[in-house]
């Protein structure tokens, strides 16, 4: 009797670590943050009184036809003056902080620091000490795409002397706001930055200098970057003790063969597009990745340049850029399979030619409102276990990640990626053990999509953009991502018809 007792209570016993172990590992640790995003251009609006112009109001007034129905951010989200409601949502999410940006053109009209707007103060002010009293941490992006005019003028990006002015900016935001933000982005995505804006000009201020320009930019955006970096750790960390970092597209480029050609062409796809910007900065030796250096160096060489079309970093320049962020952002969105391009003996002068590889959407997964994002959670974990194994297993933040659809409440497909996300974030953090700490939805409300306008959307809240008020009301996904943060857990959670009273109590208190 005693015997068979014994051996019921090891069963027992076993079973019951079992079913702690399989709830553990679907269970973000203790510490780990969730939040929500957005940007300055995309939702403030107020653009004509005291901000000055930055590169969108005037890719957007030369090319109204640019956007989608010609449409503009000139009053977006209006969150210049909904900030109170905007904080209201984040109480009714429970999120533990609330990342957003600092339009520079508002903060310094003039791009130079000869003149602080006083306007601009007092709304981040507002915005950060409202945030501080509702228990959120304001994270804050020093750049997100909306470069002052004035400084365009000058050249943008490609022209070197901008770092300086970024860093002068920066000084600013710190000292004004570095009181209370204790989490600083000095870019987001410089691939579209450098890409978008300089290269194909498919984003502000809509350049065409592939292969040229955008290699300029990058590098003055890594200058910047470190410069901003050094300066807020010998004059304001010590005071301030925040951290900073950079924010990096990266999404996982699977081999459209086990052929050794598209296998390497995956990796060129990872090193051109996100490692550009991950490896002077995370990885131990640093300067750009060498399959980047020697496939410019080969093509520049092929075209009869006199030297590499990517400006190179001197040692000292490696040095001053290797190491400088204390956490390493992540937006990550969808898996694009990758096949190798067979090479011309004509290569073109362009960035997609020096890249070489053909992209497909993934064959599986849901699609979404954007061609190139689908439901692929799969390769969220291999990214960031590739991450984890070529960088040092770094501290990431996901910075981005989220479902652009064009606008249901009873947003199913968005609840569905979300799921299917965060369950591999889990597997990521448990069974690969990446050090993964916080996790940022893109976005808080539907907003201003850049060229997209406002037909593709990635809210958590609806926002009603035909109504003068501009009306935010949750999505389901809201509901959804709500119960995440409150239990820690995803598995559990079903998506249920949206109960208002559910989003009235902050579920942190
Ligand atoms: C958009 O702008 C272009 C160029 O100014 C103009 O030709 C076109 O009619 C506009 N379309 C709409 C829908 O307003
Ligand atoms: C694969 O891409 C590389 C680099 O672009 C190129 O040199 C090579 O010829 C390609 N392979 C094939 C089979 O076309
Ligand atoms: C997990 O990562 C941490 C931080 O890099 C490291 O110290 C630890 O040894 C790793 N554990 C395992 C089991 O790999």
Request: hydrophobic fraction near 35%; glycine fraction near 6%; charged fraction near 20%.
């Amino acid at each position: 009797m005693i015997t068979i007792n014994i051996y019921v209570l090891f069963l027992l016993f076993n079973f019951v670590i079992a079913i702690e172990k399989s709830n553990t590992n679907q269970v973000f640790p203790q510490g780990f943050k969730f939040g929500v995003s957005s940007s300055a251009y995309q939702i403030e609006g107020n653009w004509d009184s005291t901000r000055g112009k930055n590169i969108w109001d005037e890719s957007i007034r030369v090319h109204p036809a640019w956007i989608k129905d010609n449409q503009t951010g000139n009053k977006a989200c209006d969150s210049y003056n909904l900030w109170k409601r905007d904080v209201e949502m984040l109480n009714e999410l429970g999120v533990h902080y609330y990342s957003f940006s600092i339009s520079w053109s508002r903060l310094l009209p003039n791009g130079f620091p000869n003149y602080i707007n006083p306007d601009a103060v007092e709304y981040y002010n507002n915005l950060i000490n409202e945030l501080i009293q509702n228990d959120i941490e304001p994270v804050v992006t020093l750049y997100v795409w909306d470069l002052p005019q004035s400084l365009q003028d000058m050249g943008g990006w490609p022209n070197a002397i901008i770092a300086k002015h970024y860093e002068n900016y920066a000084e600013i935001a710190f000292s004004l706001f570095g009181d209370r933000v204790k989490t600083w982005i000095t870019f987001n995505d410089p691939y579209e930055i450098c890409v978008g804006g300089y290269g194909e000009g498919t984003q502000a201020p809509g350049v065409t200098s592939s292969g040229i320009s955008d290699y300029l930019c990058g590098k003055t955006l890594l200058t910047a970057h470190s410069r901003a970096y050094y300066l807020y750790k010998n004059r304001y960390a010590k005071s301030q003790s925040g951290k900073i970092g950079i924010a990096i597209k990266a999404q996982w480029y699977e081999p459209g063969s086990i052929l050794n050609d598209d296998i390497e062409a995956s990796i060129r796809a990872f090193e051109m597009i996100s490692g550009w910007w991950i490896n002077p900065i995370f990885s131990k030796r640093g300067d750009y990745p060498d399959v980047m250096k020697t496939r410019i160096q080969t093509v520049s060489n092929l075209q009869n340049f006199y030297e590499s079309r990517l400006p190179y970093l001197s040692s000292s320049e490696i040095r001053s850029i290797r190491g400088t962020a204390d956490f390493l952002g992540i937006n990550h969105f969808s898996t694009i399979t990758v096949r190798n391009l067979s090479s011309s003996d004509n290569i073109p002068v362009s960035y997609s030619a020096d890249v070489n590889v053909k992209y497909e959407v993934d064959s599986s997964g849901k699609s979404s409102a954007l061609p190139w994002v689908k439901n692929t959670p799969f390769g969220f974990r291999k990214l960031l276990d590739w991450i984890r194994q070529k960088y040092g297993n770094p501290v990431v933040y996901i910075t981005e990640n989220g479902y652009p659809d064009y606008g249901l409440i009873n947003d199913a497909d968005r609840i569905d990626y979300l799921r299917g996300y965060l369950v591999e974030l889990l597997n990521a953090i448990h069974n690969d053990n990446c050090t993964v700490q916080r996790y940022t939805v893109r976005s808080l409300m539907d907003s201003m999509e850049w060229r997209n306008g406002y037909l593709v959307k990635f809210g958590l809240y609806h926002v009603n953009f035909a109504d003068s008020s501009t009306t935010r009301k949750p999505k389901e996904s809201a509901n959804f991502f709500k119960s995440v943060i409150r239990t820690r857990e995803v598995s559990r959670v079903t998506s249920h018809i949206m109960d208002q009273d559910d989003l009235t109590i902050n579920p942190r208190r």
